[in-house]
């Protein structure tokens, strides 16, 4: 016992691994990838699968992005980092923005909170981008004149070494880094509650003694070999870009709703009464619309119930904010629906009420032709 603390507590632990930082932007309603393909010609990829040693063949993901890789990217701190971007069909595309780093383990909170708080890696990537997609504008199915985005940091560690060289596994360093691990994935230089840190080390995952997977709202530490990290790497983005979807489909149906609600309480005249099919048949469009690419973008990341990175994934998705978004768009969804009956109730009196009055005025000349006939 005495050697394990000095070994962990009392020399320096070295980590040596990647920061990388994402930056999601929804774009557009959906990119032809076939033709960001052929624009790209030799410089487009697909990434190779890294779903390979914890899922069945039929778990791997359906709809795979494009990859494109460009030159590295220097920053005005004079900071060099590798850069890449990779296309989503369903509108999003993802910055990707990597630099390496060594250092004992006291020293990664501060370095994670730098690469966490940078707004010119925000802006470095934003601008990247936009450069990107102006030979790219026709492969984009309606574009989004404002872009949401998101942020998001992943801490890569690739090999964490005690005294002497000596491997630490994942149990050993959330016994004794956990509180480092904590701050690191809350995005803080200051320890935190005891409870919380309860509430991150509570929820990490491994697979391996030797790995280990912490997800936070704003960072993930990952720790597993090089060629496996990859795929949980791939997990996480992959739920940050449902959350973006998510609060687009969020924001849509707002705005949607709103409107609806809006000529539902005005004093509209009669014959504005009857553009209601028209506004009626519109939203069951978009409800339907909205609908279909929820399910799609789903069917993307089916996986097996009782695999790894199934737990994997879903623990990010709750985390990142991924579930509390898909409520909100399935209680709109709801709304939706039911806004859709009432105003086609609605027509259906204003109909009946119209054909009432009709039969009646009807009747009432056919009285008068009689009487004026005697």
């Given at each position: 016992?005495?050697?394990?603390?000095?070994?962990?507590?009392?020399?320096?632990?070295?980590?040596?691994?990647?920061?990388?930082?994402?930056?999601?932007?929804?774009?557009?309603?959906?990119?032809?990838l076939?033709?960001?393909?052929?624009?790209?010609?030799?410089?487009?990829?697909?990434?190779?699968?890294?779903?390979?040693?914890?899922g069945?063949?039929?778990a791997?993901?359906?709809?795979?992005?494009?990859?494109?890789?460009?030159?590295?990217?220097?920053?005005?701190?004079?900071?060099t980092?590798?850069?890449?971007?990779?296309?989503?069909?369903?509108g999003?595309?993802?910055?990707?923005?990597?630099?390496?780093?060594?250092?004992?383990f006291?020293?990664?909170?501060?370095k994670?909170?730098?690469?966490?708080?940078a707004?010119?890696?925000?802006?470095?990537?934003?601008?990247?981008?936009?450069?990107?997609?102006?030979?790219?504008?026709?492969?984009?199915?309606?574009?989004?004149?404002?872009?949401?985005?998101?942020?998001?940091?992943?801490?890569?560690?690739?090999?964490?070494?005690?005294?002497?060289?000596h491997?630490?596994?994942?149990?050993?360093?959330?016994?004794?880094?956990?509180?480092q691990?904590?701050?690191?994935?809350?995005?803080?230089?200051?320890?935190?509650s005891?409870?919380?840190?309860?509430?991150?080390?509570?929820?990490?995952?491994?697979?391996?003694?030797?790995?280990?997977?912490?997800?936070?709202?704003?960072?993930?530490?990952?720790?597993?070999?090089?060629?496996?990290?990859?795929?949980?790497?791939?997990?996480?983005?992959?739920?940050?870009?449902?959350?973006?979807?998510?609060?687009?489909?969020d924001?849509?149906?707002t705005?949607?709703?709103?409107?609806?609600?809006?000529?539902?309480?005005?004093?509209?005249?009669?014959?504005?009464?009857?553009?209601?099919?028209?506004?009626?048949?519109?939203?069951?469009?978009?409800r339907?619309?909205?609908?279909?690419?929820?399910?799609?973008?789903?069917?993307?990341?089916?996986?097996?119930?009782?695999?790894y990175?199934?737990?994997?994934?879903?623990?990010g998705s709750?985390?990142?904010?991924?579930?509390?978004?898909?409520?909100?768009?399935?209680?709109?969804?709801?709304?939706?629906?039911?806004?859709?009956?009432?105003?086609?109730a609605?027509?259906?009196?204003?109909?009946?009420?119209?054909?009432?009055?009709?039969?009646?005025?009807?009747?009432?000349?056919?009285?008068?032709?009689?009487?004026?006939?005697?």
């Open positions: 016992m005495a050697d394990f603390f000095e070994r962990h507590f009392f020399r320096p632990v070295i980590v040596k691994g990647h920061f990388r930082s994402f930056r999601f932007f929804d774009v557009a309603e959906a990119i032809k076939e033709s960001v393909r052929a624009l790209l010609g030799h410089d487009a990829a697909q990434p190779a699968p890294t779903l390979t040693h914890r069945p063949e039929y791997r993901a359906q709809s795979i992005p494009l990859v494109e890789s460009l030159e590295p990217l220097t920053l005005p701190t004079g900071e980092l590798h850069a890449r971007i990779k296309y989503y069909w369903f999003v595309a993802v910055v990707e923005l990597t630099t390496g780093f060594e250092c004992d006291d020293a990664l909170c501060a994670s909170y730098r690469w966490m708080n707004p010119e890696v925000e802006k470095a990537g934003e601008e990247l981008l936009r450069s990107r997609l102006e030979r790219f504008r026709p492969s984009l199915i309606r574009p989004s004149p404002k872009w949401l985005d998101e942020d998001y940091l992943v801490i890569d560690v690739q090999s964490v070494e005690g005294a002497g060289g491997p630490i596994t994942g149990a050993e360093m959330l016994e004794s880094h956990g509180d691990i904590t701050q690191i994935v809350r995005g803080e230089l200051a320890p935190l005891a409870s919380e840190r309860d509430e991150v080390v509570g929820s990490a995952l491994s697979y391996y003694p030797t790995d280990l997977v912490v997800v936070g709202w704003g960072a993930a530490l990952v720790y597993d070999q090089p060629d496996a990290s990859p795929a949980m790497i791939d997990l996480i983005e992959y739920a940050n870009t449902q959350l973006l979807e998510f609060r687009y489909y924001e849509l149906l705005n949607l709703l709103s409107n609806v609600y809006s000529s539902l309480e005005g004093h509209e005249s009669f014959m504005a009464r009857w553009r209601l099919p028209r506004r009626a048949g519109r939203l069951n469009r978009i339907l619309d909205i609908m279909d690419l929820t399910e799609r973008t789903e069917f993307a990341a089916k996986f097996i119930s009782d695999t990175y199934a737990r994997v994934y879903r623990v709750a985390k990142i904010g991924v579930d509390d978004y898909k409520a909100l768009v399935a209680d709109k969804l709801k709304t939706a629906g039911e806004l859709y009956e009432f105003m086609v609605q027509f259906n009196e204003l109909r009946m009420f119209t054909l009432e009055v009709v039969v009646a005025v009807l009747v009432l000349l056919d009285v008068i032709l009689v009487l004026r006939g005697k």
